[in-house]
């Protein structure tokens, strides 16, 4: 028997749109435990408490300064 882990996300910053955007996956739990240790390891290394692609890609709130800096990225 496989131990099973999901993860979804909903774009809810639009209220008044018709349609919701959805994204997730499944995964085998300890695969999805390694996925999480990093990815809490990659937002500690800058210092952030959350990523939200949408204000990243304005550069909002938390991510405000941070046009223009494509090439430091990975």
């Known amino acids: 028997m496989a131990m099973l882990t999901g ?3 909903v774009g809810q910053d639009q209220p008044n749109r018709r349609f919701l ?3 997730g996956f499944i995964s085998d ?3 999805r435990a ?3 240790r ?3 390891e990659g937002l500690a ?3 952030l408490p959350y990523f939200h692609m949408n ?3 304005q550069s909002k709130r938390i991510f405000r300064g941070w046009e ?3 090439e430091a990225t990975l």
């Open 45 to 47: 290394a800058d210092d």
């Open 68 to 70: 223009n800096q494509e």
């Open 38 to 40: 990093k990815w809490r």
């Open 34 to 36: 390694d996925f999480d």
């Open 55 to 57: 204000l990243f890609a």
């Open 21 to 23: 955007i959805m994204a």
């Open 7 to 9: 993860a979804f996300d």
């Open 29 to 31: 739990a300890g695969r």
